[in-house]
C-alpha cells in the first residue's frame, strides 16, 4: 500500500523557481531513506537530492548544490524539494522514491537503495 504522488511540475522560465511535492502513505517516512531522482531520455536516472534514514543526512548532485534544497515534514507524511535558479539543463521527469524500511544505505543517492517510486511530474524549464 506504499504510495508516492508527485506534484508541482510544469514549466518555468530559465532562471525561475518550481516547488515539488511528494505524498506519502503507507509507511513511516523516517524509516527508509527517501530521495528525488530525475530523468531524460537516453540518459540514465540521476539522483538529485536524497535524506538518509541512517543519520538524517543530505545529499546533492554537484550539478544542484547551492540551488536546490530538500525538506521533509514526517507529521504530514511530505517531501519537498525547493529548486530555485533553475536552468534548461534542469528540465526532466522528477521522481520521488523511498528505500527499503530500516535498511540503511551508504549513499542515498544510489540507485539500488530504492524499490517504491512515484509516478514522476514533468519539470521543463525554458531557455
Known amino acids: 500500500q506504499v504510495q508516492l504522488v508527485e506534484s508541482g511540475g510544469g514549466l518555468v522560465q530559465n532562471g525561475g523557481s518550481m ?23 537516453g540518459k540514465k536516472r ?3 537530492s536524497c535524506i538518509s534514514n541512517s543519520d538524517g543526512s543530505i545529499l546533492y548532485a554537484d550539478s544542484v548544490k547551492g540551488r536546490f534544497t530538500i525538506s521533509k515534514d514526517n507529521a504530514k507524511n511530505t517531501v519537498h524539494l525547493q529548486m530555485n535558479s533553475l536552468k534548461p539543463d534542469d528540465t526532466a521527469i522528477y521522481y520521488c522514491a523511498t528505500g527499503v524500511p530500516f535498511t540503511v544505505v551508504k549513499n542515498c543517492l544510489d540507485l539500488y537503495a530504492y524499490d517504491h517510486w512515484g509516478q514522476g511530474t514533468q519539470v521543463t524549464v525554458s531557455s
Open 19 to 41: 516547488r515539488l511535492s511528494c505524498a506519502t502513505s503507507g509507511f513511516t517516512l523516517d524509516s527508509t531513506a527517501i530521495a528525488w531522482f530525475r530523468q531524460v531520455p
Open 46 to 48: 540521476e539522483g538529485v
